[in-house]
Structure formats: structure tokens, C-alpha cells
């Protein structure tokens, strides 16, 4: 990972935590995939993607294809079933631009697929 990145996925957990989330993990990594952070909400796990973008970009979202959510998905299940945790859990996005990792969106309990149909 590139150190802008890096930088991201740090803002990320820190205001993840500000929200009052449990952070759990950072960049869980199995054959399938990775998910750059897994926080708890109460009872719910949230699987969180991470999108940065220097510069103002509609893409941060089209960034996120059917294969990148194929493999978040099984990466996901990969995390479950290791972890032996319930099912109760959804994914997240955090969307962020600018070279302070400016907020843009925080989309929570994204429907995988719903990125190519244009819904967000």
C-alpha cells in the first residue's frame, strides 16, 4: 500500500472510533481479498472498504467493480467463518478526497451490486 493510502485507512479506524465503533481488524487479508478495516457496532460487524481520491472524482464509487465486491464478499464470509462469529454484519464504504481525507460519503449497509446499478 502507498503511503497516501495508508494515511486514508488511518483517518478511517480514527473517526471510526469517533463514532463510537469497536475497531476489530485492519487490512484482514485472505486468498480472496481484503478488507481494509472490521469495526462493531453493537451487536453488528461492519466490513468497511476504503476509497480515497486526491482529487474530487465521481470514480471513487465506480472504483468498487463486481469483481471487488465478489472478493470483499468472500473475504467477508473467509473473516466469519475463521472467526466463528454470527452473520449479523454489513459493509460499509468510506469515500474520501483531498489531500486531508475530507469526508465525502460514509455509506453504510451497501447492498453489493447496487454500485453497478447506479443506486448510490
Known amino acids: 500500500m502507498n503511503q497516501k493510502g495508508s494515511t486514508a485507512e488511518e483517518w478511517a479506524a480514527q473517526f471510526l472510533q469517533q463514532q463510537g465503533l469497536t475497531l476489530i481488524a485492519r487490512n484482514y487479508r485472505c486468498r480472496f481479498g481484503e478488507i481494509d478495516a472490521i469495526a462493531r457496532d453493537g451487536t453488528t460487524l461492519i466490513f468497511m472498504e476504503?476509497?480515497?481520491?486526491?482529487?474530487?472524482?465521481?470514480l471513487l464509487i465506480e472504483s468498487i467493480d463486481a469483481r471487488k465486491q465478489r472478493c470483499w464478499w468472500l473475504t467477508a464470509q473467509h473473516y466469519l467463518a475463521r472467526h466463528g462469529l454470527p452473520a449479523h454484519c454489513r459493509f460499509d464504504v468510506l469515500l474520501l478526497e483531498g489531500s486531508h481525507c475530507h469526508l465525502r460519503h460514509w455509506l453504510q449497509n451497501v447492498e453489493l451490486g447496487a454500485f453497478s446499478r447506479g443506486s448510490y
Open 50 to 58: 476504503v476509497r480515497w481520491r486526491q482529487r474530487t472524482s465521481s
